[in-house]
């Protein structure tokens, strides 16, 4: 048997130049479709409301205690919990986030500046925030011990940053929207999520359950909840002209 003829140098080169380029022309169609799905910001006109409540379906699990295993003389000051899921007496399901991803139009969405992320007796709080994206994004020290704040990103540039005494407030900024876990090397039980949002269309739900969005245009659209244990879920949501339509959701653990 005769042996397989080798590439050329030239061949090789070829190859891996059309390589690149398919990779760098998937990358560019990838940007211009996220570009033609971009949020238009317009007038409302009798915009609708949806509100509604996030409840847990069946017999939620006990909340468990979490150790603290350093700086005990501040972290240990107060009791502390997993917060991954809370339920209240009532089954409301607290810190689950409410959007719509589908709409394409609607009020103007604007960047906040006195966005506030603090870290308090070595927890988050709160413990799931949103915000729009292009908001500035405080996150304060009120603990006067040193923190490490790291986040999970995927759009915007990852964060590792310490935070001594003496620095009791950083700002950073959130350009592009997503979901990011947010961590503390210093301190390894605290967890949050910042949701950085695309359109102005979005909620975090209250100890209760509750939650509430407003001057919606008139349409249907996908309305979704995302609740860090339970996964998402989705619901169609007609808005009429001025009304007030509810949406419920019922979540499960192995449904998400």
Known sequence: MSPRPRLSAIAR?????TVVSLMLATSALLALATTARAYEAETVKDGGTISGKVKFEGTPPARK???ISKDREVCGAVPHYDESLVVDAGGGIAN???SIPDIARGAPLTPLKDVKFDQKNCDYRPHVLAFAAGSTVDIINSDGILHSVRTESKRNPPLDMAQP???RVMVVSLKYPELIAVSCDAHNWMHGWWFVAGNPYYAVTDEGGNFTIKDVPPGTYTLEVWQEKLGTETR???VEPGK???VDFKMASGKG
Not at 13 to 17: L, P, V, Y
């Open 65 to 67: 205690p979490v150790e």
């Open 236 to 238: 169609k949501v007609m």
């Open 165 to 167: 005494a003496f620095k």
């Open 96 to 98: 689950a986030v409410i």
């Open 13 to 17: 080169t070829a190859i891996a130049t």
């Open 244 to 246: 007030t339509v509810t």
